[in-house]
T-cell receptor, first 116, second 112 residues
Framework: GDSVTQTEGPVTLSEGTSLTVNCSYE??????LFWYVQYPGEGPQLLFK?????EKGSNRGFEATYNKEATSFHLQKASVQESDSAVYYC???????????????FGIGTLLSVKP | EAAVTQSPRSKVAVTGGKVTLSCHQT?????MYWYRQDTGHGLRLIHY???????EKGDIPDGYKASRPSQENFSLILELASLSQTAVYFC???????????FGAGTRLSVL
């Protein structure tokens, strides 16, 4: 079945350093890929999504490229801030799940802590 | 203002008791979902619904029931709560054909 594997945390960085959270996926379909972010005490919220292979998504300084050949979608940021401390989830959509609805398959989440 | 509202935000239940978690959305979305969050497992789909009065099983439905009495409301029911159901539960909604899920703030459930 479909699956998502991502960097296991926690990841601790100092402000101003670079971030990479690895994400790889398995699916026989042509999914849309997502990064969600969950701040403390809140529900996950969409960071960005990329529906097509070889395209890049970005938001708030974060970016990821949908690499269909490598089945990867790594999250990167050049310079993290303390406010980026959160859990990051990689996910893929399975548009053929059941007969309707949009099931998202999530990775286990990566806890990022950024120290000032 | 929050478009997906969950209640209660936290709950302590006894083993074998009945628990109902509620979700209300004002997004006018047709699809609603219940996910469970556990450390080491991420978010896993329990039940979902694409229309009122109908629910579908997700990936981990055992021990849970769902109810969708209206487009706006979606409940998750634990008839006989067990220790293994201690987790954080998230409700989400999405529109027809939409791929983005909008989540509530979650309900932290502790079963003792």
């Amino acid at each position: 079945g479909d699956s998502v594997t991502q960097t296991e945390g926690p990841v601790t960085l100092s402000e101003g350093t670079s971030l990479t959270v690895n994400c790889s996926y398995e699916t026989k379909q042509y999914p849309t890929l997502f990064w969600y972010v969950q701040y403390p005490g809140e529900g996950p919220q969409l960071l960005f999504k990329v529906p097509k292979a070889n395209e890049k998504g970005s938001n708030r300084g974060f970016e990821a490229t949908y690499n269909k050949e490598a089945t990867s979608f790594h999250l990167q940021k050049a310079s993290v801030q303390e406010s980026d401390s959160a859990v990051y989830y990689c996910a893929l959509s399975d548009p053929n799940y059941g007969s309707s609805g949009n099931k998202l398959i999530f990775g286990i989440g990566t806890l990022l802590s950024v120290k000032p | 203002e929050a478009a997906v509202t969950q209640s209660p935000r936290s709950k302590v239940a006894v083993t074998g008791g009945k628990v109902t978690l509620s979700c209300h959305q004002t997004n006018n979305h047709d699809y609603m979902y219940w996910y469970r969050q556990d450390t080491g497992h991420g978010l896993r789909l329990i039940h979902y619904s694409y229309v009122a009065d109908s629910t579908e099983k997700g990936d981990i439905p055992d021990g849970y029931k769902a109810s969708r009495p209206s487009q706006e409301n979606f409940s998750l029911i634990l008839e006989l709560a067990s220790l293994s159901q201690t987790a954080v539960y998230f409700c989400a909604s999405s529109d027809v054909g939409g791929v983005t899920l909008y989540f509530g703030a979650g309900t932290r459930l502790s079963v003792l």
